[in-house]
Nanobody, 124 residues
Framework: QVQLVESGGGLVHAGDSLRLSCAAS????????MAWFRQAPGKEREFVAT????????DYADSAKGRFTISRDNNKNTVTLQVNPLKPEDTAVYYC?????????????????WGQGTQVTVSL
């Protein structure tokens, strides 16, 4: 099993940048692909970005392309999500997730381990 803890959320302004981090523990981090999902109020959880076990392959939701960057450090057991620039529609709880499917996936059901989420609120 792997435990995931997100950090870096908060109240920010549109146009700002933000870096979310996810720290993993409890299992071999490099055995998992990682992803970020988000859930806005009243909406379903949606895929944002994924990265394979080595960090060599990434994939993004259309809404995230060009503004979001996912990366990982297998030596530090962390995965990060850089967002620049932020938009009000990025307001959501952001979740880090891990999957034993090492190539990564855009599908919610592929991820068996989830963090508790970190709130990002983007104001005008």
């Amino acid at each position: 099993q792997v435990q995931l803890v997100e950090s870096g959320g908060g109240l920010v302004h549109a146009g700002d940048s933000l870096r979310l981090s996810c720290a993993a523990s409890g299992s071999t981090f490099s055995s998992y692909s990682m992803a970020w999902f988000r859930q806005a109020p009243g909406k379903e959880r949606e895929f944002v970005a994924t990265i394979d076990w080595r960090g060599g392959t990434t994939d993004y939701a259309d809404s995230a392309k060009g503004r979001f960057t996912i990366s990982r450090d297998n030596n530090k057991n962390t995965v990060t999500l850089q967002v620049n620039p932020l938009k009000p529609e990025d307001t959501a709880v952001y979740y880090c997730a891990a999957s034993s499917l090492m190539s990564g996936s855009t599908t919610y059901k592929a991820y068996h381990y989830w963090g508790q989420g970190t709130q990002v609120t983007v104001s005008l």
